[in-house]
């Protein structure tokens, strides 16, 4: 049972996070550079060269922009993860495993922070590509935001579960290599998942994130590889996962502490 002091830790945990994030502005702005590169250098110049004459539909950019904008919140926070091993060092994790509420609750305020984060920069990059790129309305901007926000729940659980696993930045950053550009790469988000060889198909259909970039990839331009109840329900699915094995990993850091 959820009590008011469940909902408390919740709330205090998320709010330590954000405001972390917020007085970091170098962090914020530095993350903005990569996105915005790979959106208006490589798609309107190199990557719009080489898909020339391919099955995308309509203007490259604009069939990348929501492959960037899931890159954008996708490595934001994944990367989240790192701040476990920073308050390992510092204690404060073992302050607020020892703090009487649930494990559970803790690693929900956790996700909630790294969600925020993510959805801060996917908000405006979102408003960039609604400028620039694409029509963004009312009901497409709701759309996306929510599957944002089911992905980076995802993706930010997956962050944390690595870090609860590790002690060191150099094994996080090894460990982040090997997952995260595979899953960006192999999700469709700079190229057709169709012109992949057979054998690499595979890789791209066990890929969540390929789901999410169909998701966004439908609310934004009307264009689908797989239906979109298809796309949502994988998404859900990986989130439930994501969230026992995350919970569980919490206990275990409760237990070493």
Request: glycine residues 10%; hydrophobic residues 55%; without cysteine.
């Amino acid at each position: 049972m959820v009590t008011v002091l469940e909902f408390h830790g919740i709330y205090a945990v998320w709010k330590r996070e954000l405001l972390v994030y917020l007085r970091e502005k170098e962090r914020i702005i530095g993350s903005f550079v990569s996105p915005l590169l790979w959106l208006f250098v490589f798609g309107s110049g190199i990557g719009a060269s080489m898909f020339a004459g391919t099955a995308i539909v309509g203007s490259y950019q604009a069939y990348i922009f929501p492959g960037i904008l899931t890159m954008s919140v996708l490595f934001v926070s994944i990367f989240y993860g790192l701040y476990i091993i920073w308050d390992r060092r510092l204690d404060f994790l073992k302050e607020v495993l020892v703090a009487p509420v649930s494990r559970s609750s803790i690693f929900v305020g956790k996700v909630s922070g790294g969600m925020s984060d993510a959805l801060i920069q996917g908000l405006i990059i979102m408003i960039i590509g609604a400028i620039f790129i694409v029509h963004i309305g009312p009901v497409q901007f709701i759309g996306t935001l929510l599957i944002l926000a089911l992905l980076t729940y995802f993706t930010t659980s997956l962050g944390l579960i690595i870090g609860a696993s590790l002690e060191t930045q150099e094994g996080f950053a090894l460990v982040m290599n090997f997952v995260m550009w595979p899953m960006f790469f192999f999700s469709g988000a700079l190229f057709p998942v169709s012109q992949l060889p057979a054998y690499l198909k595979p890789i791209s259909l066990i890929n969540p994130v390929t789901y999410a970039v169909d998701a966004m990839r439908t609310v934004l331009l009307g264009q689908a590889l797989f239906p979109f109840y298809l796309d949502i329900g994988i998404l859900l699915a990986f989130s439930f996962v994501a969230s026992i094995i995350g919970i569980m990993s919490f206990g275990n850091l409760q237990q070493t502490k």
